[in-house]
């Protein structure tokens, strides 16, 4: 099992380029989400989905966009980067059902937006 | 919008020293989780509460849940240098899937 798998570990974008940061899992999961971690600012929301066909907006959704049309895969598309977009990015999945247990991450994408 | 902050955001501590991070949320929480993140790495999941006023202990870790479920602990017990990290507690609300993560706590642990 390799559980939650992100790629590209690292990238760096010119503004205005568009890339998508794939996120897949065998672990089953009914929910998906992306967050972005910056210093002092914790892991804020960025889009989340609580099963196939199914996204919605986190805390921070302006500049990126999510699709989730089968339940192991929920890509994260930058169409338009900005150097704001400079972070890294997790993925985190969850068993669905009433009991909302442990969000299990991926290892991560560094992005560089120049 | 719900949010969640921790303080302090930085604590520096001799090896064999105590540590307590504390998250406080807006909003009345569900449950509450505790991650911790090395450096250079991913968060993992350390504990859940979901209980008011819930008490767990792991080895050297005390997690506690607030009476009014809006507010959390994490207690280090004697800090080892393995204990370097960042502290993070996620809260959800009421019937929302999504966690909203606090600020985080960088622990540095002086040898």
């Known amino acids: 099992n390799a559980g939650v798998t992100q790629t590209p570990k690292f990238q760096v974008l010119k503004t205005g380029q568009s890339m998508t940061l794939q996120c897949a899992q065998d672990?089953?999961?009914?929910?998906m989400s992306w967050y972005r971690q910056d210093p002092g600012m914790g892991l804020r929301l960025i889009h989340y989905?609580?099963?196939?066909?199914?996204?919605d907006q986190g805390e921070v959704p302006n500049g990126y966009n999510v699709s989730r049309s089968t339940t192991e895969d929920f890509p994260l598309r930058l169409l338009s980067a900005a150097p704001s977009q400079t972070s890294v990015y997790f993925c985190?999945?969850?068993?669905?059902?009433?009991?909302?247990?442990?969000?299990?991450f991926g290892s991560g994408t560094q992005l560089s937006v120049l | 919008g719900q949010q969640v902050m921790q303080i302090p955001q930085y604590q520096h501590v001799q090896e064999g020293e105590d540590f307590t991070t504390y998250c406080n949320s807006s909003?009345?929480?569900?449950?509450i989780q505790w991650y911790k993140q090395r450096p250079g790495g991913h968060p993992v999941f350390l504990i859940q509460?979901?209980?008011?006023?819930e008490v767990k202990k792991q080895k050297r870790l005390t997690f506690q849940f607030g009476e009014a479920k809006k507010n959390s602990s994490l207690h280090i017990t004697a800090t080892q240098t393995t204990d370097v990290g960042t502290y993070f507690c996620?809260?959800?609300?009421?019937?929302?899937?999504?966690?909203?993560f606090g600020t985080g706590t960088k622990l540095q642990v002086i040898p």
């Open positions: 985190a999945t969850r068993a669905g059902g009433a009991n909302l247990g442990e969000l299990f």
């Open positions: 672990m089953n999961h009914e929910y």
């Open positions: 989905s609580v099963g196939a066909g199914i996204t």
């Open positions: 909003t009345t929480l569900s449950n």
């Open positions: 509460l979901v209980k008011s006023g």
């Open positions: 996620a809260g959800r609300s009421g019937g929302y899937q999504k966690v909203t």
